[in-house]
């Protein structure tokens, strides 16, 4: 079984959802692990149209996921994962 690292998940892409999906999965299961809380990762966008506008809600999403990938992964930085 291999042990993923902070340094592994904080390389992956974030690009679509199911990317972001993986990405929580991970670092709470790493938090969970050494007994660390995490708020909770951002929702999915419920409001999306399909049209591909400047400004979707997905960029959104995806960007919040980026910001909590960097704050889980500064959460369990001291536990040396």
Known sequence: MTTLTLEQVSHWPLNQASDADRVFAALQ???QQHAIPLRAPPSH???C???GCNGCVWEGFLA???F???D???A???AGQ
């Open 29 to 31: 299961s790493l938090a």
């Open 45 to 47: 966008p419920t409001s």
């Open 49 to 51: 149209c399909g049209r």
């Open 64 to 66: 919040a996921a980026q």
């Open 68 to 70: 909590w990938r960097e």
């Open 72 to 74: 889980a992964i500064a």
């Open 76 to 78: 369990l930085y001291p």
